[in-house]
């Protein structure tokens, strides 16, 4: 199908507001051991939570956080491993598995704040654009196979999805590749993925036309 779309803006951010909630921060100051944290008033959470960081070393903080997100997800001796790869590495962006990426970018950043640079800094790219059809359903495979005809063939998802992205192969990845997406005001969609996949340098265009195949098995 033939999608036409135009690029309004494209931002890299350090943070994502939405991910981290008072009842996460009550949370992770009662994993810190902090005494009564549902007694603290709601707008000194954070500041309460980034001391009750900091009187641990890094990699134990790291292995605290990550415990509270991942322990449903990843095994012990994984969480261990991270919280000391995360010190040196870009997690975000290396872990194997792209699934985990967009709770590593959170987590990674919130510790990045909390010990002043310590941890590697992580980026975002908040990509702003015009819905391509009102008719079509746009899923996060829809709206990647969009966004690519507008990148350059060298961008890091052009080249590692080559067979996805041309309908061949099922793009089961692209549910990760695209960490979160809403439809706006005035017809337009916001995407957020990270900028590991996606940066502003890496728009060819700005208004074009894609011809998205989606993958049809048999």
């Known amino acids: ?3 036409n779309t135009k690029i ?3 931002k890299t951010v350090h943070e994502l507001n939405f991910y981290w909630a008072n009842e996460d921060y009550i ?3 009662d994993a810190f051991d902090y005494p009564n944290p549902e007694q603290i008033d709601p707008n000194e959470l954070l500041d309460y939570l980034n001391m009750a960081i900091s009187d641990f070393e ?3 903080a790291a292995e605290v956080v990550l415990t509270y997100k991942l322990k449903d997800k990843l095994s012990k001796g994984q969480i261990e491993n991270l919280s000391h790869e995360m010190l040196e590495d870009k997690v975000a962006e290396e872990y194997p598995d792209p699934a985990f990426h967009f709770d590593l970018f959170n987590i990674n950043q919130l510790l ?13 790219t908040i990509i702003t654009m015009i819905y391509p059809d009102q008719k079509v359903n746009l899923t ?6 969009t966004i690519c005809a507008g990148l350059k063939a060298n961008n890091l998802i052009s080249r590692l999805y080559e067979e996805q992205i041309d309908g061949t192969e099922p793009f089961g990845d692209a ?6 997406f809403r439809k706006m005001d005035n017809e337009e969609i916001e995407i957020i993925t990270s900028n590991y996949w996606i940066e502003k340098d890496d728009f ?11 993958y049809k098995k048999g």
Do not use: Q
């Open 58 to 60: 890094p990699d134990e």
């Open 27 to 29: 949370g992770l100051l």
């Open 175 to 180: 549910e990760k590749v695209i960490w979160n």
């Open 140 to 145: 996060k495979e829809v709206l990647i196979k």
């Open 112 to 124: 990045f704040k909390a010990y002043n640079g310590t941890f590697p800094d992580t980026r975002a």
């Open 204 to 214: 060819d265009e700005v208004e074009f036309e894609a011809d998205v195949k989606l």
């Open 8 to 10: 309004l803006s494209v």
């Open 1 to 3: 199908m033939k999608l």
